[in-house]
């Protein structure tokens, strides 16, 4: 009997532990669910891998310890960043290759492609955080339920850009994210995705 009953109990947190796991899954939430399709939440999937991996990659630290890293991370670009120049580590064709990978609709959802003069007048593409796509609507579903994210919303909405506000904001509050939250991950992940595309393109905006 006391067998049994031993047995049950394992089974029961073997369960619970899968649930949990499954429950963090992007695709389980129903914020993505009622915004996203399938193949959408599928390339979803491929940015927070991506993304992790940078995070990785960037502070030496196994990808098993991927918490860890997102500390770092933050500490890191909280204590050398100054104003505009956020050290995001991302290596830009490894990002093209990202854009790449995803399928068109769901790039599309997210960002947008625009031709931008330089100071010389030289004409460039750019790419934006989309303000009519789906990520923004996504944006505005979780945010009802975490300010953070709802203030970020509302001041893109304000600019519809990446303000230096918002910024710094991610920058400085960091501490405060749920980073075992796929959400809160997606979120940060296509910030500094968006962002590292703002960064070059203010470089390109200087340079030619």
């Known amino acids: 009997m006391k067998k049994g009953c031993l047995l049950l109990i394992v089974f029961v947190l073997l369960i619970g532990c899968e649930t949990i796991k499954m429950d963090r899954d992007i695709g389980a939430y129903g914020e993505i669910q009622s915004v996203f399709n399938q193949a959408e939440i599928n390339d979803l999937r491929i940015i927070l891998n991506f993304f992790d991996d940078v995070v990785c990659k960037s502070e030496n630290v196994e990808k098993s310890n991927v918490l860890e890293a997102y500390e770092k991370y933050f500490k890191r670009m909280d204590e ?3 104003d505009m120049n956020v ?20 790039f599309n959802q997210i960002w947008t492609k625009s031709l931008q003069n330089s100071k010389k007048s030289v004409a460039f593409e750019a790419i934006e955080l989309n303000s009519k ?16 994210v709802n203030a970020y919303y509302e001041k893109f909405n304000l600019s519809l850009s990446l303000s ?10 960091h501490e405060k994210f749920d980073m075992t939250d796929e959400r809160t991950k997606l979120v940060i992940a296509i910030h500094y995705l968006s962002l590292n595309e703002l960064q070059k393109n203010i470089q390109k905006w200087q340079r030619i």
Do not use: A, C, V
């Open 87 to 106: 050290d995001i580590r991302i290596d830009g064709q490894r990002q093209q290759n990202l854009f790449q990978k995803i399928g068109s609709p769901t």
């Open 80 to 82: 050398t960043s100054t």
């Open 133 to 148: 796509g789906k990520y923004l609507k996504f944006l505005h579903e979780f945010g009802k339920n975490k300010p953070w």
């Open 164 to 173: 230096p506000s918002m910024i710094w904001d991610i920058l400085r509050h």
